[in-house]
């Protein structure tokens, strides 16, 4: 999407431009190369960090206004704290920050990456340019006017000025793909639902064809084929057809089993038949937020190559209510053969994946799969916006998904499967109904979904309703679509399946 920011690498060298932005420890130490840039402005620095009690902590910022003794309209001075303590996060969120600071005005900006004791690292100069790049990221396509006093968004170029930029930019290739994908999701989630129906999702896939993905696509006629009434079920009641979309990397060794990523993709969801209220339905264009993290996965893995094989299934649907949409009490039969007895046309997003997820874990035979969805408001109410919700019926992925939440920043929260909850999900009139209630809502729908995971694959689900839409305002999110799962999940891969 567009962002009129540009960010490029350059040597400490070059002279400063514009907007002149750089770092400062606890009690107001600089680096060498920082000192030199604001040696014409005498103790300007001292005076004002004195008035606004700056000391250098960490989260800080010091913003003088046309600095005496410097050509720069702006100097912006951030406090690292003590820089020792700081992690690829930090540095992912200060790059966030570094670029909040300047003024969409501006239309040059220098930042300075330097420590006192030296330059950053190449992996921490990358870092900062990824949370930079993904702090810029805004959706105003449909913007044609503002409002008065608003910033005009003028182009802006950055230098970022590192002590090796040859390093820099080879360290910042793979996070640059791995932006690129998460903007990629951002975008598909923030499309209203009149531009973005199954079709054109669909369409838009198609991107993925120049890096190499292969990209298979099932219509309604084949998924009839395959038996998938449990996801047809979901569409029937619009007028955009269903899609299945399959999408394979095959990066790693010929043959080795693919790591399978599966996306609910309900492109909007009015509940259906159980229609929703109308307060806050317009988010429901989100609904396939999931789907838009599989996508935006298979960029970053297919953008920097990765050495493992893939397959990204996502479900794209519209549930809609209309007089050939599904009724509570409808009975439908699943690919995998088991009945499906509808209470609530609401509860879609589970059929859908049944379907998708016994298809992967038969055609595919993956090594393991993990399925993202808006599923349930439950989840909410659980875990509140920081951490999705995690079932999964294997430790181990469990386990990598938590600690790639935790280095990823985007956190999974280990939630109970058990028989005593999946007795809930059984039918009086099928082998299973679609919605058991109020109690435990994001547990029994994992219950539902794990029946139509087939022989027994490693299999992990995660509730993304509370993390990838209207999620909570971060310094490197300003988007309503967090794209929620593209930075988890490329973690997931990079750290474990690999080497
Ligand atoms: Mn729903
Ligand atoms: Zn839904």
Redesign the pocket.
Known sequence: MSDARKLEFAPFSASPKGVLVVFCEEGLKLGRVTAKALSGTGDLLKRAAAADRFTGKSGSALDIVAPAGLSAPRLVVLGLGKPGKLGSQDFVKLGGAVLGKIPRAASEATIIAEFSAGALKPEQVADMAFGARLRGYTFDRYKTKRKEGEDTPTKTNIALAVGNVAASQKAFVPRAALADGVVIARDLINEPANVLYPEEFVRRCGGLKKLGVAVEVLDVPAMKKLGMGALLGVGQGSVHDSRLVVMRWNGGKKGAEPLAFIGKG?CF?T??ISI?PAAGMED?KG?MAGAAAVVGLMHALAARKARVNVVGAIGIVE?MPDGKAQRPGDIVTSMSGQTIEIIN?????RLVLADVLWYVAKRHKPKFMIDLATLTGAIIVALGQEHAGLFANDDKLAENLIRAGAASGEKVWRMPLAPEYDKIMDSKFADVKNAGGRYAGAITAAQFIQRFVADKTPWAHLDIAGTALGSPQTEINKSWSSGFGVMLLERLVADNYER
């Open positions: 309900v969801d509940g259906g929703k429901m609904d549930n046309t609401d509860a879609e997003g």
